[in-house]
């Protein structure tokens, strides 16, 4: 019989605790399917809550983009602006007097505003009135006086100069549109991620499965070694390297069940459940047979990407920076305004009669000599914009291979995963079978050495298979924003 080392008494010890803790993890244990795990994900995970907030964040940007075409009702004014204090008077023989002062003034003005965007220019209605207060007034004379401009329409219109709001209307609807397109690309690439983790703990799982049936065939067949040992019909060295499979089988078994409790904290971690919630997953093995064409994919991926809607925003940025260089280098602005005003001692009276009141202004900068900057300015947009067209147009070469390749990728990964598939249960069967072989003697224990290895070999493989497929499916959605299962758009033009 034999007798338990030191070290031996040590790895047992580890063996019955690991057993014990084996026992906690199996209670209380939540079961997912890949599509349950995927959609708790996209609701719940922080990765999914991340992009739902950044589309709340481009929505209001482009909420806040429209409302500077609305007209702007706003009131403006000063109230009160009092001073008191001694001030320098010129006299009417040109000398200085220094006079108290203790005055109020009081403004204010209700306009509407509406942006031109054709133009560029602004034009407004205004109404205001201002008062006057002069603590200090002598006796009989008012101390109170009135202002105002009961209507006046104001145009302030820039000329031959950049015009933002013209290419904002090109530009940020693209942007918003492409921020939408965008979400649904992270949403989906939030299922890759997903898919990876769950495979990752899948994989452990599996490992973990293997190792505890391992160590159970293993023990099984040193009780058959140590009989055979007894009977005189094998040789002490078998007998001893059984032994040391077992502890290897012990120790795999330890290393599988770490390996798998650091992969139920990565996994609930990123969908957000508990650390300490435990999990088991079902393996996906239907898998959906559908066909890919690749120049269907790569027409849904430039009708549906926001890349593809990337290369005219930038395209159109390009033109937008050249529209400003050659606006910046003659400065016009147009001014006028025309109305009505008065003043008055009571504020009703500046309303009676009032006067015309008008206003016409052209300003006019135009450089002389500048030391070529206006042309350097200029031209270094022009430069720009070939610049972006050049490498928008190699990007668009390269966006196009990218799809080519992604999608024979997914055709490979679903060959493959049909060979791991067979090659798992033929090695599956073999081992089957060896096992039976070597527990009648007709195999030596080499021989049953082999098969377990091809087996646990074969195993891992075909859900290595999986994962690289179920990753290579859900990135083909992100790529095309085209459910090629289901025959359906991930995504609409019309969608807010």
């Known amino acids: 019989m034999l007798k338990l080392t ?25 079961t997912y399917t890949l599509e349950e795990m995927v959609a708790r994900a996209k609701e719940i995970s922080p990765a999914s809550l991340r992009n739902k907030t950044q589309r709340e964040n481009n929505y209001w940007r482009y909420r ?33 007097e220094f006079l108290e002062v203790q005055q109020n003034l009081m403004n204010l003005e209700l306009g509407l505003q509406q942006v031109i965007a054709p133009t560029g220019g602004v034009i407004s209605v205004n109404s205001s009135t201002d008062r006057f207060d002069n603590f200090l007034a002598t006796s009989g004379e008012p101390q109170t006086r009135f202002s105002g401009v009961p209507v006046n329409v104001r145009l302030q219109q820039p000329i031959f100069a950049y015009n933002p709001f013209k290419w904002d209307k090109k530009i940020e609807p693209l942007v918003y549109e492409e921020s939408k397109r965008e979400y649904v690309q992270e949403m989906e690439r939030v299922s890759m991620d997903v898919t990876s983790f769950f495979f990752d703990y899948l994989l452990a799982q599996v490992n973990f499965d293997i190792a505890t049936q391992n160590l159970k ?17 094998t040789f002490e060295d078998a007998l001893l390297q059984v032994e040391l499979q077992v502890l290897q089988a ?60 990337g290369f005219i925003r930038r395209e159109l940025q390009a033109e ?38 008008a206003l016409v202004n052209l300003g006019l ?21 070939r610049l972006v067209e050049y490498t928008v147009e190699q990007e668009r070469i390269n966006f196009e291979q ?10 490979m990964m ?50 290595s298979s999986l994962k690289d497929f179920w990753v290579a499916y859900y990135e083909l959605r992100a790529l095309t924003l085209y459910d090629f299962e289901n025959g359906i758009l991930l995504y609409t033009p019309d969608e807010e």
């Open 414 to 463: 679903r060959e493959r995963l049909n060979v791991t598939q067979i090659s798992d249960q033929v090695a599956q069967k073999r081992y089957d079978i060896t096992l039976k072989r070597y527990q009648t003697g007709n195999v030596t224990i080499t021989d049953l050495n082999i098969a377990q290895g091809e087996k646990d070999t074969n195993k891992r493989a075909y859900f």
């Open 402 to 411: 990218e799809i080519f390749t992604k999608v024979k990728n997914f055709i």
């Open 6 to 30: 030191t070290p031996l008494r040590v790895v047992v010890f580890f063996f019955v605790l690991g057993l014990s803790s084996i026992q906690v993890f199996s209670q209380g244990v939540s």
């Open 64 to 96: 806040l983009f429209r409302s500077n075409y609305n007209p702007q009702l706003q009131l403006r004014g000063t109230l009160p602006s009092y001073s008191q204090s001694f001030s320098s008077i010129t006299q009417p023989d040109g000398s200085i």
């Open 250 to 309: 012990r120790q795999d078994l330890a290393q599988a069940q770490m390996d798998l409790e650091q992969s139920t904290f990565a996994v609930n971690a990123y969908i957000g459940l508990n650390q300490y919630d435990q999990i088991r997953l079902i393996t996906p093995d239907v898998i959906p047979q559908f066909e890919v064409d690749v120049d269907q994919a790569i027409q849904f991926a430039f009708e549906n990407r926001a890349e593809a809607l």
């Open 320 to 357: 937008a920076d050249l529209a400003r260089a050659k606006g910046e280098r003659i400065q016009m602005d147009l001014n006028a305004s025309y109305g009505y005003n008065n003043a008055a001692f009571t504020f009703t009276d500046i309303y009676q009669n009032p006067n015309t009141q």
């Open 365 to 385: 900068t135009v450089p002389i000599l500048d030391w070529g900057r206006n042309k350097a300015r200029v031209s270094q947009a022009m430069a720009n914009q």
């Open 217 to 233: 065939n293993t023990e099984e067949i040193f009780e058959i070694e140590k009989k055979r040992y007894e009977m005189g019909n």
